[in-house]
T-cell receptor, first 111, second 113 residues
Framework: GESVGLHLPTLSVQEGDNSIINCAYS??????FIWYKQESGKGPQFIID?????DKRQGQRVTVLLNKTVKHLSLQIAATQPGDSAVYFCAEKRGYSTLTFGKGTMLLVSP | DAGVIQSPRHEVTEMGQEVTLRCKPI?????LFWYRQTMMRGLELLIY????????DSGMPEDRFSAKMPNASFSTLKIQPSEPRDSAVYFCASSFGGTEKLFFGSGTQLSVL
């Protein structure tokens, strides 16, 4: 989920497990959604995106699910690896607007 | 592909000093964005350009902040005078054809003492 204030929500998983990171978005009119991964000391890196006319999209080891009814977005990572440890951000936009980013979720993967 | 290049990586300065952050977008990209990241406020859009023209600067905190894009391969973000509350990581990002899939630089960690 998204954070409030200084503390990022944290998801801790074991290597090899599947991870699910959730995001509740605010604008029911948003038509584009995107997930970014940010490793310590680096800039956000694109993972996967999805438009509102889809409810699922798959990439390499990642799947994004969109539930417009409840304004919920999730990122599923299969067979999580230590290198997946990072902060994950969802972002949304509508029409010609710019991306609005969530506060992020920290994923910690234990070997 | 070198990606978005930002300089400096780290900047430590004293309150009242002028700070200039630099960005080279990915070649061929026609959009450029400046973001600020703090733990409290997350990623905030400061300003963005399309074809070197500022489109929306409503996120610029105040007149102490200014941004320029003199050509397609270079942009600056200037803070004058700097204040401790400006301490943050500043990211530049670029994209092609729209405001969706942004490519971010590694950021500039700014500390104002």
């Amino acid at each position: 989920g998204e954070s409030v204030g200084l503390h990022l929500p944290t998801l801790s998983v074991q290597e090899g497990d599947n991870s699910i990171i959730n995001c509740a978005y605010s604008n029911s009119a948003s038509d584009y959604f995107i997930w970014y991964k940010q490793e310590s000391g680096k800039g956000p890196q694109f993972i996967i995106d999805i438009r509102s006319n889809m409810d699922k999209r798959q990439g390499q080891r990642v799947t994004v699910l969109l539930n417009k009814t409840v304004k919920h977005l999730s990122l599923q990572i299969a067979a999580t690896q230590p290198g997946d440890s990072a902060v994950y951000f969802c972002a949304e936009k509508r029409g010609y607007s710019t991306l609005t980013f969530g506060k992020g979720t920290m994923l910690l993967v234990s070997p | 592909d070198a990606g978005v290049i930002q300089s400096p990586r780290h900047e430590v300065t004293e309150m009242g000093q002028e700070v200039t952050l630099r960005c080279k977008p990915i070649s061929g990209h026609d959009y450029l964005f400046w973001y600020r990241q703090t733990m409290m406020r997350g990623l905030e859009l400061l300003i963005y350009f399309n074809n070197n023209v500022p489109i929306d600067d409503s996120g610029m905190p105040e007149d102490r902040f200014s941004a320029k894009m003199p050509n397609a391969s270079f942009s600056t973000l200037k803070i004058q005078p700097s204040e401790p509350r400006d301490s943050a990581v500043y990211f530049c990002a670029s994209s092609f054809g729209g405001t969706e899939k942004l490519f971010f630089g590694s950021g500039t960690q700014l500390s104002v003492l």
